[in-house]
């Protein structure tokens, strides 16, 4: 991309300096008008060369076009995977296999190998999303019915933010999720200890249970296994709430049980604003512990 735009700063620079220079010389040497010579500086100069020199540059363009677009390479098998659901309002983050197969599902965060390029299959369930990683790389539309394919690399570990580029209801403002660059090692030795025990909060997963929770939220190690909702194992890890809407903490995490609509409006997820108070708060404690 920088290449392109110095070649095409060089470019208009040099034609900026013979138009110039030219203005010096039909000034200097005054002549009387001549339709016919008009007329030859209206066709070489204003036809003929802006055609040639433009026909030019978008050819190289082109050419470059391979090598700038953000997809580029993402067929490749050797390539680490992860498939990205918009919904509203949160991502569905999914790491498969090299054969395509998933081998555990998480919500509103990514972790990636720096120095590895990564290959994200982006769709949505509901409408259209565009998924933006600004430190990492340009926008990639999520359309229903489709599946779009993006290809990153981060060079160097860190944390940071990605958000969704497209207008896609009340909450869009508030779908953010972060993404970690780790160094290879530390990705591997995360991916090996990604399955949770279930926490150890006998109380709180028994109200989590009674109270329907899973019927829309899987917590691996336990009999919870509903799929319309974030995937809850190892929750306490994540940073926030809502999709970057809280901190997570357990009186954030009782807070959006309680009221999600108030957090985030338009959020699909129903209240729980008629449970107790202590129940509430049990089950909030239950999902900050779960490693």
Known sequence: MATLFFIMLIGAALIWAGVVGLLFYAARKRRTYSEQVAGKVILWGGALFPAVVLAALLSYAVWLMPNVRPWFGTDDP????????????????????????????TANEIRLPVGERVTFSLTTADVIHSFWIPVLGGKMDMIPGRTNRLSLLAEKPGTYRGVCAEFCGTSHTMMAFTVEAMDPPAYDAWLATRQSTGGQDAEGHALFMKNGCSACH???????????????????????????????????IARFIREPAKVKPGALMPHYAMLPVAETDRIAGYLKGLQ
């Not at 390539?79 to 498969?96: A, K, M, N, P």
């Not at 190892?234 to 999709?243: D, I, K, L, Q």
């Open 78 to 105: 050797g390539l680490r995977r992860i498939e990205v659901t918009g919904e509203q309002f949160w991502w569905r983050v999914r790491y498969l296999d090299q054969d395509g197969a998933a081998l555990f599902e």
């Open 218 to 252: 899987t917590i691996a190690g336990t009999d919870a296994h509903g799929v319309i909702g974030p995937d809850l194992t190892a929750f306490g890890t994540r940073g926030s709430v809502g999709a970057g809407s809280l901190g997570n903490t357990a009186d954030n």
